[in-house]
């Protein structure tokens, strides 16, 4: 066989599993919970949340805004199952924010916990169609009263 026609089926298969191990890399995000983030087990890795947006400091970029835990359909290993499920501190630092995103939504949001500002600093956020979750909402802890 000619020279060049192996070295570009061979180059051509580096490039295809070079493409493959990059994909499943970047695939791999795990869900967390809040306090699953803040424990000494945590180590800076990308996770995503699924969360009920609680209330909303700021619309404006940065978006911030409290959030409870959810359970991820989706995740083999449910909260359901022994994980805690908690609630805390989200900035998102996203350029535009989902057409669904108010008040009591669901989300499922993307990024890292920052210990130093002591939020889930989120890069991207994808909000749940509202048919899918309405009348299911987790109604917000009560305030405790003023000192």
């Known amino acids: 066989m000619n020279l060049k026609i192996v070295a570009v089926i061979l180059l051509f298969a580096v490039a295809v599993g070079a493409a493959l191990a990059f994909t499943f890399s970047q695939g ?5 919970t809040f306090p699953e983030l803040t424990s000494e087990n945590y180590g800076g890795e990308r996770v995503k949340m699924k969360v009920q947006v609680t209330a ?5 970029n940065p978006t911030i805004f409290t959030a409870i835990d959810l359970t991820p359909e989706d995740d083999a ?19 535009e924010l989902p057409q669904g995103f108010k008040l009591n939504c669901h989300a499922t949001v993307e990024g890292r916990y920052d ?3 002591g939020a889930f600093v989120a890069t991207h956020i994808q909000t ?7 009348g299911q909402e987790i109604p917000p802890p009560p305030a405790l009263p003023a000192p």
Not at 77 to 94: D, H, K, M, N, Q
């Open 28 to 32: 791999g995000v795990e869900y967390r």
């Open 56 to 60: 909303i400091e700021s619309n404006f």
């Open 77 to 95: 290993s449910a909260p359901s199952r022994g994980r805690p499920l908690g609630s805390g501190r989200v900035i998102y630092e996203g350029t």
């Open 115 to 117: 210990v130093k500002r």
């Open 128 to 134: 749940q169609c509202p048919s899918k979750y309405e």
